[in-house]
């Protein structure tokens, strides 16, 4: 076994594919102070035009003429990466920053129509990472025996323009055709072949200039009122489908005679489809509860759900391999008067990362599984709101083999990945 070619797959699994964080998979658990603070509940319960948005089109019709909603989530993670080899363990904390998520919604219905509508601009996934260059660590030694410095950056926003309709008093249906924005880039890039000289070892080559694509997708959703006391609602969220990030870089094995000529290089990352249910409870004029159930398929999903593993014949990487995920979610909103309210919500996913494929998952650290959310609400005037949320996930751990390019599992290895979240955000509602 070449250990230096083991240990290059091994760094190459950092960045296996866009590093996104997020809080359900690669998604934000909620969109908005109020949706947030709410654990993402509230497909059956109108919260504001974010939420709705967001969740199910269908509540647009719940809205009492215009309403504009502008929030901001600033959020700090907590990514850890520890590795195993032998008896010796390493790890290398990367450099953080606090991340900011801003997100504006419309949405407009006149109570005496049927017909309501709404557009937005919701950013619902960012990452950063940015791991410096360590010898001390066999995962990010310098190039080829390592990954060296690793600097990734994403950005992801939903620009959805939706149409609901109210069918009869009891019934709505909604619709959104929903733009996608990504903005990626991976310094360096694993997910290509690396450049391989006869010695047997690999370069990979940078993809450090952001690059984005826009992507495309559509949501359908139905809210019904049993009774004045329940109503229910659904909403399906399709496939989004992005086109290709290509990157212009350059051949980075400096013993090959091509070294510093160009090369593209590229990845091809789509989006799952989602399915997310519930009920919404009005139990007096001052108490709502929202509780939805979630259903996330990434199996087939470019970039994220595909088969996993390494190719030995052509000694390259497959994919992360992500599996299809269950999300349940409780908010309660109460009204201590007319003019302050507040909430608290418990959201818990699967993560979609398998323990026997951990590795695969390094740029995708997705291994959050339970958040915890508060929040408030204050009427600023007649016409004008503010709300504020907060929420902590707790560290979560998964742990699994490490490959290697020729061999497979590496024996005597083994990698733990786990992360943290804490944000806040601060959302201003407008009606008229």
């Known amino acids: 076994m070449n250990l230096k070619r083991s240990l290059l797959l091994l760094s190459c699994m950092l960045l296996a594919s866009a590093p996104v964080w997020g809080g359900n998979g690669h998604l934000l658990h909620g969109i908005g102070a109020i949706n947030s603070s709410m654990g ?41 990466v520890e590795a195993r080899l032998g008896n010796a363990w390493y790890r290398t904390d990367p450099t953080t920053q606090v991340g900011v998520i801003p997100s504006f919604g419309w949405m407009a219905h006149d109570p005496s129509k ?16 940015d791991y410096p260059q360590d010898s001390t660590n066999f995962l990010l030694v ?17 620009i959805p323009i939706a149409f609901a309709f109210q069918v009869n008093p009891k019934l709505s249906i909604g619709a959104s055709l929903n733009l996608y924005r990504g903005s990626l880039d991976i310094t360096p890039n694993p997910i290509v072949l690396p450049d391989f000289s006869s010695d047997g070892y690999g370069w ?25 006391m329940i109503s ?23 013993s090959l005679v091509t070294y510093g000529q160009a090369r593209i290089v590229d990845f091809d990352l789509d989006g799952p489809m989602s399915f997310q249910f519930g009920v919404g409870l009005h139990p007096t004029k001052k108490l709502e509860i929202a509780a939805d159930g979630k259903f996330i398929k990434y199996r087939g999903v470019k970039g994220l759900g595909e088969a996993s593993g390494v190719d030995l014949v052509h000694h390259n990487l497959i994919g992360i391999g992500w599996q299809n995920i269950w999300v349940g979610m409780v908010g309660v909103n109460y009204k201590i008067n007319e003019r302050m309210s507040l909430r608290a919500g418990y959201n818990h996913g699967q993560s979609p990362i398998e323990p026997s494929k951990t590795i695969n998952s390094m740029g995708t650290p997705s291994t959050f599984q339970k958040h915890f959310c508060l929040g408030a609400g204050m ?3 007649p016409h004008v709101s503010a709300d504020l949320g907060f929420y902590v996930v707790p ?38």
Not at 114 to 129: D, N, P, S
């Open 40 to 80: 993402g509940a509230g497909v059956a319960l109108l919260e504001d035009s974010l939420a709705a948005l967001s969740i199910n089109p269908a509540l647009l019709t719940k809205a009492q003429g215009n309403q504009v909603s502008f929030s901001t989530e600033f959020f700090q993670d907590g990514l850890r």
């Open 114 to 129: 049927k017909l309501a509508i709404g557009f937005g601009l919701l950013g619902i996934a960012g990452f950063r990472t």
């Open 142 to 158: 310098p190039q080829p025996n390592g990954f060296g410095h690793v600097y990734t950056d994403y950005v992801m926003t939903k």
């Open 204 to 228: 990979l080559p940078n993809a450090g200039n952001q690059v984005s694509r826009w992507g495309i997708g559509g949501q359908f959703g139905f809210h019904y009122e049993a009774t004045p």
């Open 232 to 254: 229910i609602g659904a909403s399906y969220t399709t496939k989004q489908k992005f086109h290709r990030y290509n990157w212009n870089s350059t051949v980075a094995n400096p």
């Open 379 to 381: 009427a600023l005037m």
């Open 395 to 432: 560290r979560e751990t998964k742990a699994g083999p490490t490959y290697g390019l020729y061999v497979g599992v590496v024996p005597n290895t083994e990698i733990h990945l786990s992360n943290s979240l804490v944000s806040g955000l601060a959302s201003l509602n407008f009606s008229f």
